[in-house]
């Protein structure tokens, strides 16, 4: 009840934001839907139907109370892939320590190649995000870099298909430390 309490009021503070801080669309494709919706209201027209859409306040109204809902339904998961992260990043300093006597390059390699797996997968969300807030996107990526908008978007589905196939390849480590904690 407070997390979504918690996430009601953050998403009313995004919804609040001005278009120049973060960017979202929701205005513009409301409009194109409500367009498209009488087009196909007037194409399909039902006799004493009235084809009436709800205002975009409602829309917004609506899109703010389900984000609540959701953030508070992924709260606790959250929680718990965090706590898998120090779970796995603690059993990985252990074997590193228990090994020491018998250094070997590729297992090394591996320990750190599979810790920086880990941290990347527990930022990679915050990153995703970070991608459309628009002043930091502007300031930083599309003037310093000289990238199209259009080029951008197509590197914002880049990334968000790299953090997915980052957390794919990532789940047989998870896995297990989810397993190994039930010994402990």
């Known amino acids: 009840a407070i997390s979504t309490f918690l996430f009601i009021v953050f998403a009313l503070m995004v919804?609040?934001?001005?278009?120049?801080?973060?960017?979202?669309?929701?205005?513009?494709?409301?409009?194109?839907?409500?367009?498209?919706?009488?087009?196909?209201?007037?194409?399909?027209?039902?006799?004493?139907?009235?084809?009436?859409?709800?205002?975009?306040?409602?829309?917004?109204?609506?899109?703010?109370?389900?984000?609540?809902?959701?953030?508070?339904?992924?709260?606790?998961?959250?929680?718990?892939?965090?706590?898998?992260?120090?779970?796995l990043l603690r059993k990985a300093n252990e074997v590193k320590e228990e090994n020491e006597d018998k250094p070997s390059y590729a297992d090394s390699f591996k320990d750190k190649m599979s810790q920086v797996l880990v941290h990347f997968n527990l930022i990679a969300p915050l990153l995703v995000t970070l991608c459309w807030c628009k002043p930091l996107v502007q300031e930083h990526i599309e003037k310093q870099v000289q990238i199209s908008e259009k080029s951008f978007n197509i590197l914002r589905i880049c990334f968000i298909a790299l953090m997915m196939l980052v957390r794919l390849f990532s789940i047989k480590l998870y896995t297990q430390t989810h397993l190994d904690s039930a010994k402990r």
């Open 15 to 87: 919804s609040m934001a001005s278009k120049k801080s973060i960017d979202f669309g929701i205005d513009e494709g409301y409009n194109e839907f409500v367009e498209e919706f009488s087009k196909f209201g007037n194409a399909t027209k039902v006799k004493g139907q009235d084809m009436s859409m709800p205002s975009v306040k409602a829309f917004k109204g609506f899109l703010i109370v389900f984000s609540g809902f959701i953030g508070a339904l992924l709260t606790f998961p959250s929680f718990r892939f965090g706590a898998l992260n120090s779970q």
